[in-house]
């Protein structure tokens, strides 16, 4: 919710988007942080279980758009951006790519989420 509300409130896109860019590594250090201590909690408390490799997946996720897609994505944007131009084009896949593994990692944690407590009951 707060990238949109950045790109509604601020004029200037390129700022607007490195504000962004700054959320996003924020959220990805907490979720390797949490992720990696929920892995290790759960690990003792129920050995081998499916809730691990869904834990272990949601981390891989975090590690690859942190450490690959975000710098790379980075690059390009220092390239500049000119619509048209192949630095442009990587960037809207790079940035589709991205977005797509922050959705499934959501996905992943509201399965956890279900799963797990209905797992309490």
Known sequence: MAVPTLFAEIDDR???????????HVVNYLGLVCGTFLLFSTVIRL??????WVLIT????VALS???LQP???ELKL???IKGTEQHDQFKLYHGLSSAIY???ALLGLTLVVFNSKEKD
Do not use: D, K, P, V
């Open 14 to 24: 390129q700022l607007a988007g490195n504000l962004a860019g700054q959320l996003f």
């Open 58 to 61: 949601m981390l891989l996720l």
């Open 103 to 105: 959705l499934l990692n």
């Open 66 to 68: 942190e450490f690959l």
């Open 72 to 74: 790379t994505m980075h």
């Open 79 to 81: 390239l500049g951006l």
């Open 47 to 52: 050995g081998r279980h499916w809730l691990i």
